[in-house]
């Protein structure tokens, strides 16, 4: 996952069982948790007191403070990468304007029509793709303005199937 503190210091982490890995590198340390929000960490001799101050809803933005020093930390995983390269990034902050294909396929069903109000998730077209049906949902709410594809299309990657008003 990438992770950008103070909206400048941008950092690929992984984390598993008992590695944490920065910029391709594996960092040993000991934490122990003191409390739900706050941990001590030992990493290279040093002491840290590590306390999370605020969480935004589903954790993609935390606020945490490190001995006395408040960092803004963003983390994006790979769904976000994902949502960004199917041109949804914007979904949850800003009106969506268009609906691209997230793979070359076959559109097998169109379950709207242009004027449609649809929900955040409702489902919007089937496209076939490698022998499989997907169902492509809504990445939020808004007003079908116009779908550029019809029953037996077929779409390339990042071909945009709907416009939304």
């Excluded at 210091?9 to 992984?14: D, Q, R, S, W």
């Excluded at 935390?62 to 408040?70: A, D, M």
């Excluded at 076939?128 to 949902?137: D, L, Q, T, V």
Aim: glycine letters at 8%; zero cysteines; hydrophobic letters at 40%.
């Amino acid at each position: 996952m990438k992770v950008k503190v103070n909206e400048q210091y941008n950092f690929e982490v992984a984390v598993s069982a008992n590695t944490l890995t920065v910029d391709g590198q594996a960092l040993e340390m000991d934490a122990k948790t003191l409390s739900g929000t706050t941990q001590h960490i030992i990493y290279q001799h040093k002491s840290y007191n590590v306390e999370v101050l605020e969480r935004e809803e589903g954790g993609k933005q935390v606020s945490i403070r490190v001995n006395g020093n408040i960092y803004q930390v963003e983390v994006e995983d790979q769904y976000d990468e994902l949502l960004k390269q199917l041109g949804m990034d914007n979904a949850a902050g800003t009106k969506v304007q268009e609906l691209k294909a997230p793979m070359p396929g076959l559109v097998l069903q169109l379950m709207v029509a242009e004027g449609q109000e649809v929900n955040k998730g409702d489902s919007l077209l089937v496209l076939e793709a490698m022998k499989m049906e997907n169902i492509i949902k809504s990445p939020a709410t808004g007003t079908v303005k116009r779908i550029l594809v019809q029953k037996g299309d077929k779409v390339e990657k990042n071909g945009i199937l709907i416009q939304f008003a």
